[in-house]
T-cell receptor, first 119, second 115 residues
Framework: DTAVSQTPKYLVTQMGNDKSIKCEQN?????MYWYKQDSKKFLKIMFS???????INETVPNRFSPKSPDKAHLNLHINSLELGDSAVYFC??????????????????FGPGTRLTVL | AQSVTQLGSHVSVSEGALVLLRCNYS??????LFWYVQYPNQGLQLLLK??????LVKGINGFEAEFKKSETSFHLTKPSAHMSDAAEYFC?????????????FGTGTRLTIIP
């Protein structure tokens, strides 16, 4: 059983188009994330949602809009795609937000990634 | 602000030799530290994590890492390399502030195993 799944696995599109990447987790987790991995393998967080509420929104262009219809899904919609958007996008999920007072943090489980190529 | 530095973007070791992948972190609060592995064309898989319990952390596939606060390091080791260990390894730090969990990753180290 796939824990965190993403579709599509590969996405090739022209500049200026609008595209979406879907993410689903069947782990019952409350928190989901989107990360971007560039051509140099550098990974950086973009967004995180907890119970459908936006928690983290890093400095990401407004063309990127996450949408969480329910806590098992976090989709990423990208408007007016640019060449620099080409990257691998990873979705992740964790059980909950960390509780520093309890000394706990939850492991983030990653999906297989979506390789986006903008021509 | 938190950050991670991985020394050596490429490391090659012979099969059966010691694996040592270096990671240094910067954090304004006691950090949580992670090592993830990425096999070709796959997502990231957690190897191990440090969350302020034991400083020597054991993970999957025979890997372990030691948290050294005085050196701000969290180096990953494995006594004997196996061909299947060839992959990209990422160190990550989180300050774990409630309500603002995010992982900050290093730039990765590609591990090559020489037969």
């Amino acid at each position: 059983d796939t824990a965190v799944s993403q579709t599509p696995k590969y996405l090739v599109t022209q500049m200026g188009n609008d595209k979406s990447i879907k993410c689903e987790q069947n782990l019952g987790h409350d928190t989901m994330y989107w990360y971007k991995q560039d051509s140099k393998k550098f990974l950086k967080i973009m967004f995180s949602y907890n119970n459908k509420e936006l928690i983290i929104n890093e400095t990401v262009p407004n063309r990127f809009s996450p949408k969480s219809p329910d806590k098992a899904h976090l989709n990423l919609h990208i408007n007016s795609l640019e060449l620099g958007d080409s990257a691998v996008y990873f979705c992740a999920s964790s059980q909950d937000l960390p509780r520093k007072d309890l000394g706990s943090t939850d492991t983030q489980y990653f999906g297989p990634g979506t390789r986006l190529t903008v021509l | 602000a938190q950050s991670v530095t991985q020394l050596g973007s490429h490391v090659s070791v012979s099969e059966g030799a010691l694996v040592l992948l270096r990671c240094n972190y910067s954090s304004s609060v006691p950090p949580y530290l992670f090592w993830y592995v990425q096999y070709p064309n796959q997502g990231l898989q957690l190897l191990l994590k440090y969350t302020s319990a034991a400083t020597l952390v054991k993970g999957i596939n025979g890997f372990e890492a030691e948290f050294k606060k005085s050196e701000t390091s969290f180096h990953l080791t494995k006594p004997s390399a196996h061909m299947s260990d060839a992959a990209e390894y990422f160190c990550a730090v989180s300050e774990g502030r409630f309500g603002n969990e995010k992982l900050t990753f290093g730039t990765g180290t590609r591990l090559t195993i020489i037969p």
